[in-house]
């Protein structure tokens, strides 16, 4: 699942170490790692990826809710 949430962020504003920023503020708590997340959280964040198209500027400075 990592993988394919990492792949879903490349080419993106969250790609990297952003990724963690991104799944934190569409899952609402703190992710520590991609690879932490449950199958469920994974999909949300990768659905998001791809629907979403949510921005740094859209989160303020700090993705992290």
Do not use: C, H, N
């Amino acid at each position: 699942m990592e993988e394919l949430l990492t792949r879903a962020l490349l080419g993106s504003e969250w790609q990297g170490e952003a990724g963690r920023d991104y799944a934190s503020f569409i899952l609402g708590f703190s992710v520590s790692a991609l690879a932490d997340l449950t199958e469920e959280e994974a999909k949300t964040v990768y659905r998001a990826a791809k629907v979403l198209r949510i921005t740094p500027e859209l989160t303020g400075t700090d993705a992290r809710p």
